[in-house]
T-cell receptor
Framework: QVQLIQSGTEVKKPGSSVKVSCKAS????????ISWVRQAPGQGLEWMGG????????THAQKFQGRLTMTTDESTNTAYMELSSLRSADTAVYYC??????WGQGTLVSVTS | DIVMTQTPLSLSVTPGQPASISCKSN???????????LYWYLQKPGQSPQLLIH???NRFSGVPDRFSGSGSGTDFKLKISRVEAEDVGVYYC?????????FGPGTKVDIK
């Protein structure tokens, strides 16, 4: 069964960007939608967007319009999520998930001046 | 966006006793393909969410049969027939009938 391994904790300043990676091991995710979900401290789950690796088709939540970039590299079975113009409200754990079934371990992004 | 609500928001259960969580949506989750896109997840403390139930009532691989899901349209329920200590955490329902997928606020379950 595929496992998703995410990159490590990031500490960023307001206004900067962050790029989180999500590597699949033990399988490939190219046939499934890769989604990104975030969870602010002590809060619930929020879907950010998804990408279908084979077609490149992307959907994203309206609130992240213009700030969210999702890509995949099928040669390395890795997905990437880049969020720009960071603000303190973006402080959260960011998860990648394949088909909303298999989830990565999460990446903490802390936005602080 | 489809709004998901859950009740109760917290639940304290004696081991071996049953527990039930309700989830409601403000629109029907029945899709034209005949499927109802309602899912249940458990997020154990310090862990990522894990899928328990897909499409209302189908247990995911490896999920104990003490977990069951039911419901239709806009009204759904997750039942745990006999709660065990390992079942503590926050339970979320989620819909993917319509983009964006949306989650309920979560129900925190702990052991008495």
């Amino acid at each position: 069964q595929v496992q998703l391994i995410q990159s490590g904790t990031e500490v960023k300043k307001p206004g900067s960007s962050v790029k989180v990676s999500c590597k699949a091991s033990g399988g490939t995710f190219s046939s499934y939608v890769i989604s990104w979900v975030r969870q602010a401290p002590g809060q619930g789950l929020e879907w950010m967007g998804g990408i279908m690796p084979t077609s490149g088709k992307i959907t994203h939540a309206q609130k992240f319009q213009g700030r969210l970039t999702m890509t995949t590299d099928e040669s390395t079975n890795t997905a990437y999520m880049e969020l720009s113009s960071l603000r303190s409200a973006d402080t959260a754990v960011y998860y990648c998930t394949v088909a909303m079934v298999t989830w990565g371990q999460g990446t903490l992004v802390s936005v602080t001046s | 966006d489809i709004v998901m609500t859950q009740t109760p928001l917290s639940l304290s259960v004696t081991p071996g006793q049953p527990a039930s969580i309700s989830c409601k949506s403000n629109q029907s989750l029945l899709q034209s393909d005949g499927k109802t896109y309602l899912y249940w997840y458990l997020q154990k403390p310090g862990q990522s969410p894990q899928l328990l139930i897909h499409e209302v009532s189908n247990r995911f691989s490896g999920v104990p049969d003490r977990f069951s899901g039911s419901g239709s349209g806009t009204d759904f329920k997750l039942k745990i027939s006999r709660v065990e200590a390992e079942d503590v955490g926050v339970y979320y329902c989620m819909q993917s009938r319509q983009l964006p997928p949306t989650f309920g606020p979560g129900t925190k379950v702990d052991i008495k």
